[in-house]
Every structure is written in C-alpha cells, then in structure tokens.
C-alpha cells in the first residue's frame, strides 16, 4: 500500500476528533503499536501433499479443505467491508500458497506493466515477515505484480544485507523508507529495495465475470500464488529459520485487500482491508500481522466442521 491523499488523512483525522468515527480499540499497556495483541489473528496452515496447480481457479481439493480466514475487515476500524475477502494458506517442501477469493460486482483493472503502483487499481496483497526484513507482494486483477523488500535500518550491516546487489544501498532503487501513516516504528527507519524480485514466484488470476465491463455484473476474482521457500533465503538468515519450516513453527504473514469502490457515506469505509486490523492506515507494522502456525499434517486430513 501506498500513502493517501493527504486531504483525507486530515479528513480521518478531523472526523475522528469530532466523533465521526468510532473510536479505535486502545492498544493493550505498554504497547507501541496501534493493534492490541489479543487482536491479532492466528491460522494453522497445513502442509498438501498433492501441489496445486498455479491458476488462479483455487479449485482442487486441498484448496477446499484449507480453513479460510474470516471475511476481512476495515485496516483502521476492523468493521465489516462493503464486499467478502476471505485468504487461505498451504505449503508443501517447496512452496508456500496462498489463495485469496475476492468479491467484486464490477473487476476493473488497468495496471499491466511490472512494477506499476498496483494499490491504485483494485488490488490484493501480501506481506512475509522475518525478524529484521519483510517482503511486499502486489497483485490487481490483471495479473500484474508489484514487488519490494524492506530492512531495518539497525539490522542492515549486522546482517550482511548490502552483500546482495539488489539491497546495496548505492543501488538507485533502493532508498530510504519510513512507513506510510505509522511513521513513528520503534525500530526507526528502513532501507526498501524496488530491484528485488522473489526467485520462482508463480502468479495466477481467475476472473468470474468480465473485466472492465460495468454494463454486467461481475462475481469477482480469485488470485493463486505460490512463494518458493528458497527465494525466503534473506527473510530466514537472521534467525537460523528453517525452510521449509518445521511443524509448529510459527510465521508473521499479513493479507490485505485495497478497493476503490468503496462504500458510499454514511459508511466509514477506508478502503484498506485487511485480515487482522491495524489501527493505522499502513500495512508496514509487521507486529500487526496474523500468525501463521505450520503444521505438517496433511489438509485433506484435517477435521471440520460437520
């Protein structure tokens, strides 16, 4: 995500201080960050034996029988959103999956060249957190991917990051980041590279209905990713992390969608939403994130509901 406006920052702001919005859940004591612990979100992700194919249809049986999350909520408010978002998760010895199924009356999309800033068109979007760096994955109904990849500042030397050419710093797309509305991190600055692509990421998007046709009416898109957990060399190395992780280990992954069709006023509806609320309109608090547990048992075993 990027920065809005900054008329409706100020417009939030205004509203809030005048009771036009409701007020946000307090962070819990001590606590820096704008998402109270016991908010956030947790989700088991089970290993599939069976790889599914990357083509955005989200189809076979391991994509069924994965849990998927909650219906995504607003990114400031965490209130319910004007359309359903749901994500679910997989992962195998290679790769990590994720699957998003997306309602949306109208799919539009214009965006087509690598790199594009994908959040001003209707968008989908994920981020993989390690301990002292995060990857952000974009993606719009075109099937078109914005990527970047972020450091703290502190860890930058520590951890051998200015090794690799696509973060060395004298590198003109990598520059300094703080942060889109919650610029006051407790670990300071980053340092974000735009030259840095996953190795072998694999992408795929499934359109129900027609793209860019308003005269219709659409059902929506579902998005189909798989992340090789080789191209996570530089999210693990601080740690020591396994991959592909151990069962029980556990990940900080964040699910987001950024829709321009926003719900008309009275609505409080920012646009930004989310899997497990922020409190902030960035999606750079990698502290906000879900948990992600891995489990090695098979999704076609797991027990549901009847």
Known sequence: MRAKPLTRLLRLALMAGLG??????????SSPFPCPESTIAHYTAYRTSHPPHIDGHLDEPAWRRAPRSPRFVDILTGQPTRYATHAAVLWDETRLYVGFWVEEPNVTAT???YGSPIYENNDVEVFIAGRD????????ALNTVYEAFFIWDEAYDRDGYGTVPQFDRANPKVRPFNGVGFTTHPRGRRTGSWAWRFPGLQTAVHIDGTLNQPADRDRGWTVELAFPWAGMEWLAKPEGRSLPPHHGDVWRLD???????KAPPPARDS??????????????IPECFPYLRFSTND???????P
């Open 255 to 261: 699910f987001s969608r950024f829709n321009q069709q």
């Open 299 to 305: 999704v076609l075993t797991r027990k549901t509901s």
């Open 20 to 29: 036009g919005l409701a007020p946000l859940p307090a962070a819990e004591p």
């Open 133 to 140: 760096a995060y990857y952000e994955f974009e993606i719009n």
């Open 111 to 113: 965006l087509t060249a």
């Open 271 to 284: 646009g930004g939403w989310v899997w497990s609320r922020h409190g902030a309109w960035d999606s750079h």
